[in-house]
């Protein structure tokens, strides 16, 4: 499971030019599942999401997790993350089906939801507008 986390002061997500998804302060995550991914892998990226200390203390430094910051979080599916580009068109083989894919995405957001923060999606497989404005910037990559 590959995850990229933006630190935002807001993102959304349209489809159609319908919002499906919106937050003010906290986490766009931009969520990639492998074809060998488990429960376990979605556990622990959940948590590594919701431990990610990265919001700024009293004294300027990245050293409050998102829970103490008030953070929420946008998480959109994005199968594009396992891209093979050893040519020019990109393949996307690595990339879990959707019969295995979903249930692992919605794991990831129940755990994050178990862990108390409000978590706002995309859809799953849908064509999405993702915009956001990033804070800092902060971009974190992470990866099991």
Same mark, same amino acid.
């Given at each position: &499971?590959?995850?990229?986390? /933006? +630190?935002? *002061?807001? #993102? ?5 030019? @319908?919002?499906?998804g919106e937050i003010g302060k906290g986490f766009l995550v931009l ?10 892998t979605a556990r622990w990226m959940a948590d590594r999401i919701c431990?990610? +200390?990265?919001?700024?203390?009293? @004294?300027?430094? &990245? @050293? ?6 008030? #953070? ?5 599916? *994005?199968? /594009?993350?396992? #891209?093979?580009?050893?040519? +020019? ?6 990339? #879990? ?12 957001i129940k755990e994050c939801q178990s862990r108390g923060f409000t ?8 064509? &999405? ?16």
């Amino acid at each position: &499971m590959r995850s990229v986390v /933006t +630190r935002v *002061q807001e #993102a959304k997500v349209s489809i159609d030019g @319908n919002t499906v998804g919106e937050i003010g302060k906290g986490f766009l995550v931009l969520l990639g599942i492998h074809r060998e991914d488990t429960e376990e892998t979605a556990r622990w990226m959940a948590d590594r999401i919701c431990g990610l +200390r990265v919001f700024e203390d009293e @004294n300027g430094k &990245m @050293n409050v997790s998102p829970t103490d910051a008030g #953070a929420k979080l946008l998480i959109v599916s *994005q199968f /594009t993350l396992y #891209a093979d580009i050893s040519s +020019r068109r990109p393949g996307f083989s690595e990339a #879990a089906r959707p019969e295995k894919a979903i249930p692992l995405y919605e794991l990831v957001i129940k755990e994050c939801q178990s862990r108390g923060f409000t978590v706002e999606t995309g859809q799953f497989g849908a064509d &999405m507008k993702v915009s956001s404005v990033n804070d800092g910037p902060v971009t974190i990559i992470l990866e099991k």
